[in-house]
Structure formats: C-alpha cells, structure tokens
C-alpha cells in the first residue's frame, strides 16, 4: 500500500524552478529519505506536501486518495505530521503541555492536567519514546526536545511523519537515539520521510534514497545498493572529494588572544567561564562542543555584542577596552555568522547591496559618502562567480536565496573585506556537501593566505579535519585542548559531553 | 542618455512592480468609495459633495482655481515637510510620532529670527537663508534629543516623541509665546511680532499667497531621495530599517555603528518636519499666534503612510492631503461637515495598513486573468 504519492508536481517562484515534475511514491511502513543539495528542492516539495505551499501544478495522493492539502491543518487531518528543523516548543510549559498544546483535554471548559498527563505517558509508552512529562522543555537536551515534538505530532495521529534535517542540531549520541526511535516507529507501521544532506545516515537508515538535484528527480536507490561516494555523485552531479585537504602552514604570529573570558548568557546567567587562547596567523583553530555549552557567548564577545563580565581580548597583541562591532571589524576581523538570515544579510536587499555591508564606506565601492553603483556592480559580478552564488542575477534579493547560496553570499562579502582574522560560527550549517567542501577549501585558502581563523562548529568531523588546534568547550569551560592527529571522534564526543577531560597542552 | 537615466532613478525593477504603486491607489480609491457610502447613509448626494470637493480642491481647473491650485500646493507642502519627518525616520526603522514638535519647534524658531533685531535689518538673500538654517538646526536637534535617548539609553523613540511634542507645545504656548517672545502691548499685536519683511518667503504666483515652499519642499525631496538611495548614509539608514525585526542584528554585526545611525536619522527628520513650521511662519502666518491651530505633524504620519515613506509618493500623497483639506470648506454646501475629509484621510490610511491583503487580492486577479489568457492562446504553463 503506498502512503504517499506525488504525480508532476510543479512549483514555480519568481525566476526559480524550484520543483520541475516531480514524482514520487512512498510505501507504508518505509523509512523513505529524501537527499539533495541546498535550493535543490526538498524543503519545497515537503512544504508542498504539509500544505504550506500549493503546487503550480500536480497531483498528491494519501493513502491511494487523492487529496488537496491546502493549509498544514488539511496535512494533520490527513495524518500527516512535520517535525521542524526549528523546534516549535514553548520553553516554558512543561512536555505534557507542549504535547497537548492545540488539543488539550477538558473538563468542561478547565484544562484537565491529569488526564493530559496519563495520556502523554501512555503514548510514551507506546512508542517506547522515554520523556518525563513533568519536566519543563527548557530545561531538556535537543535530542530530548525532538522526541517531544515526535510525540506531538503522533498524539494527533499521525501516519506520516515528516522529518526536515532532524540531525542538523544533534550530537553523535543523540543521533543514535534518533535513529532508535525511527525504527522503533517503523516497527509500529508508521511511515517516515527524512530529508537529510547526511548521506551516511540516510545509508544508514533509509530503505529507499530518492535524490534530487536542481527541481528535478535525478534517480531513487534501494538500501544497500549504493555507496556514499556515488550517492554524492548524483547529489552534485559531479565527483566530490568528501575528504578534507590538510594545508601545512607556518604558524606565526599571535593575532587574537584571550585571556580569562567570562561573559553572561542572554538569559543572563555566566555562559563562558574563564576562557583562554590564542589565535596566530596561518592556523585554524577549532572549537567543539555541543550547541549552548558557551559558543553564542564567547562569539558575542568577540564581536562585541556583549561585553565580558571578566577577561580581556587583545587583537594583535593590543589589549582592546571596548570592543563594539565596528572598531573590531576596523581591527580587522572578519565573521561568518551561524544564523544567516539574522545577522549575516539584510533579506530584503539585493545581492549588490548586501555583498557591499560593511565595506561600503570605502573605495572604491563609495566616494565622500556616495555610492558608486557601478564598481559595486561589477564588483557583485565579479564575486557570485567566484564564490558560484546561484542564481548569478546581482538583482536577486537575499530572501530568494537558498540557505546554501545565501551562505555563499556571506562568504564572498566577508572574505572580500580586508581582514587579518576570521570568526567562522558554523559555517556549514544546514549546508549540502557540494556548498560544504566549497567551504572548507575557502577556510583552507584563508588559511593558506595566512589569516588567523577560529572555527566553532557541531560537526566533528569538520573540527577534526579543518583544525590544527581542537578545543573543546562544555558548559562554558574549556574541558580540554587537543591536536587532530591525537584524538578521534569518540573521545572528542565524550569530551563535549562532560564525560572526559584532557589537559591542555598549551594555553 | 535614456539609459544614464533609467538606471539613475529606477535601477532596476522587478516583475510586477507597478503593484507598489496600485496598492495605494487602490487604498485611496476604496476610502473614497466608502466615503461616499457615508455621505450616502447620511442622506446626502455623493456626486455633489465630490464634485464640490474636487472642485474646489486645485487639483483640476475651474472657477477660482488659481487660487485653489495656490492653497492647496501652501498647505501641501506643510503636509510633505512632516510627512517626510516621518517616511525619513521609518526608512530607519524608527517610529517618530515628534513631527508635530518639530513642526512648531521651527515655526518659533522661524518667528523668532524673522522679527529678533540683529537679524530682521539683514538683507533678504542673507535673512532667508540663516533663518532656514536656523529652522534646519533647531527642528533637527528637537528630533535628535529623541535619537539619543533611543540608542544610549534606549527609551523608545514612540515614548520620548510625544512627551518632546507636549514639551515644545508648552514651552512654546505656555511661555514663549506669551513671555520673552510676546510682543508689546501698545502694537495690539497677540502673539509675537510679525517677521520682517526680508523673512518672508519670496510669492511666485501672483496675486495669489503662493511662495516658494513648494519648491524648497521639492528640493529637499529630492535630497532626501538622493540620500536614501545614493549615498552610503542612506544605505545604513536601509540595512537598520529592513532589519528592524531582527534587532538590527546584521547592520550591527557588519560594523555599522548603528547608535550614530539613529542620532542622525532623528536629526535629518526633525530637521525636514521643522521646515514645514517655518514656512508656515514665513509665508502664511507671518508671526507665531498665541494658539496654534496644528494637526500638520500627526496629518504627516498619514501622507507618510499613504506615500510608502518613499520621497516620491511623500509627495503625491501631501498633495492628495492638501488638496482634500483645500476642498474642505466647500463640501459644506452639501450639508457635509469640513471635517469630511479627515474621514476619507483616515480611511485611506486604514487600507493601506491592510496592503498585503489589497496587495494579495490585486496579484489574484492579476494571475487568475494571465491564466485564463494563456489557454485562452493554447499556451502552456511552461
């Protein structure tokens, strides 16, 4: 029995198409993944599916019928369910409430816990998804919060589940319980669609890989019958080198140092903890951890968006009293920021006006304060080429962008600026492989140019292959300073989990 | 040179860029038709009270209509002075309800170096001039206080507006006016004394009062327009307003020093309000009553409004808004209040801020009849 089918279905935006024909058609009980580049058309045709997005044209069956999803209400009540990439949880309520929220139980008009409460327990067991539903969402781990937002959507009754990137903000561990949990829902006959960019979990975990590439379906592979190397062959549609190239470069002088870094969190409590290191000219050092162990803090410092409640940053050996963000951008500071949409890029400009952000004051870009449209064209031009920001249109605004060429777009803006030392903040987030290795061979370029560069990332895998240095930050301490070459990914996933230390070498 | 052109003032334009303009358009058009369906309710002729509204208003020829035209542009360029107070200060992503204050804070300004003794003997090119800089400079650092309290301390610039508003207002009412800057008692003058006569604005159409407000409004529109889109302060002044939502996160993050931004933005739009208070002053009441009959500044928030805080439409809109207060007085003839026109103001206004609903009905109809013309030829989607 197919639980899902897609017939040619089409989806025009303005200048993009983003899904061209597109069929599909998913069995029950299956663990069907979805791979594909960033802009290739995943998210759309999930979108379309959930009844955010209508098709131009095409047809979509559930459970052999034929079905029009207009909103995401149609798409619950044809029992299909989405798990976000963002969780939509309210920090504040408890799991149970967070589970019931939309569709509580009553008594007469009074919100009857108890009973919301045995219903959560239940289904948690039921599924053998373990939460405790007393407890508060803010005070539990990502892989913990997902569950919640699984069992949400399986308390409405949901057949299909919908998983947009679930492992993008997940450690190894919990990317293991993930993948428990969808067998476990498998077993239980529930139908599961994963999109991922991961290709060795979707090896790993898919019975039936479809990949697109461009709008178009390039080809559906059976488990076991592919390689990740070939899988990554028709993602990008080219060879790709999964592997990371190493650059040996001399390592000179201190650009950046830290000393003794205490900064608050935005909730204000301390984040950091008496951080110290160094950044020097030519080396990529790489900070691991799992997300919210300190990371948005020491980068607020840095930028200077917080200001430390202890320690002192020096920039070229020169202590700096106040740091704001633009006397350390004059300093010569360069930042890839993890939240593009927020920090990197104004998203109604167009690529001409956010490529120039930051460097517009000076020549030859303006003039006594007046733009020069004409270099900043060709200026524009000039850079989509070379980072390949598609589409190559100077004239399409940030927002049009996919995630992956929305990324680009800040890499050629802030790579271009005149810079000494470049703060990498997860810079391949929610990336596909083919913008991923562009990344690192950019970061290795930087590096090779000799630009001081430190590189907060989740992967370990990038961290182990990037760095010459890996430091490894758990709940706001530095718990220890290693090399590539003397750990591996274990270790280094203990060590973010607060499970081992290791004595810093150097400080 | 059509190019040079083309690309100076348009850059270029996306797909269905004329629903920018239609919306407001269609905005207006509604506030009119459900003005009508008042005046109708009410027991009246619309058709009569529109005809007296328009003809009346300037905008098209008929009797008296010189004298309209000159009415409607004086009163128009008041209504773009404070509007652009306010589009200037939304670009940046600021709220700035101070156009009224920065409206009276040059008008007092404006009386004060018009009538004040080192100044009123100077000669007419000097005297106009130093009193607009002047105007420029008060109205200018009235709006600033409020760019400063917004990005040091971080005082809400909707907050620190209106109280500056009241401020100015008793200031000025409270003791300038009837105080140091009173005149004296046997020229039998309320008020203060009237400005010299080489502080009035130069007449351009006579006999009608028509003076060059109009065109110093234009020229500063111009400027204004020139900054937004031109310049790297505009482009600032675009980053914060467009990123508003986010806390200015990616301004500030690029090494915009957005707390300057703020200071200066205020400034530039208490400056331009300012202006509208000075021609007021310099060309149609000639001194600073003892009550002033304002509106003009909380009017700009709605020419703003109408006009998409773009320069262009500020100045349609001011129009529209002068010429409807011009007509005002007429539609009393058919038994309508001249309050009338406040009525369809605020309609319009109350369309424009449902745009993207107007804005989504009008792309339905555009697409639905695209369609049908595409089978229509046999062609197909693609």
Redesign the interface.
Known sequence: MKALEVKDIVKQFPGVLANDSINLSVNKGEIYAIVGENGAGKSTLMKIIYGLYTPTSGEIFVFDKKVDIKTPHDAIGLKIGMVHQEFMLIPRFTVTQNIVLGDEPSKGIVFDYKKALSEVKELSKKFGLKVDPAEKVANLPVGIQQRVEILKILRRGAEILIFDEPTAVLTPEETEDLFKTLMKLKENGKTIIFISHKLKEVIAIADRIAVLRRGKLQGIVEKGKTSEVELARMVVGRDVVLKIPKAETKVRETVVSVRDLTVKSKRGIIGLKEVSFDVCAGEIVGIAGVEGNGQAELVNALIGFTRPVKGTIAFDSKELRVITPFNIRKKGMAYIPKDRKMRGLVLPFRSRENIIMGQHTLYPFSKNGVLNNIEIDKFTTKKLEEFDVRPRDIHTRARNLSGGNQQKLILAKEMSMEHKFLLASQPTRGLDIGAMEFVYHKLIEEKERGMAILLISLELSEILGLSDRILVLYNGEIVGETTPDKTNEEELGLMMLGLKKKKRVTK | MKDVFK?FFF??R??YWWMNVLVPLVSILLAFIVGAIFIKITGRSPVVAYKLLFGASGLFPGPYWKSHFSEMLLSSSMYIATGLGFAIAAKGGLFNIGAEGHFIVGGITAAYLGYAKPFAGLPKFIHLPLIIVGVILAGGIWGAIAGYLKAKRGIHEVITTIMLNWIALYLIEAWLVIGPMKAAVETGISGTPYISLSAKLPKILPPTRLNISIIIILAVTFLIWYLFY????G??I??MG??LI?GM?????????VERKTIQTMFIAGAVAALGGAFMVLGVLFQYPPIFEGGYGFDGIAVALIGQNEPLGVVLAGILIGALRTGATTVQLAHIPKTFPSIIEGFAVGFIALQMLIRYWLMKLVRGRKKSVQTEMGGG?K
């Open positions: 690309r850059g270029k996306e797909k031109k310049t790297t302060f482009y600032e675009r980053t467009h990123t986010f996160e990616a301004p500030k993050a690029a090494g915009i020093n989607a």
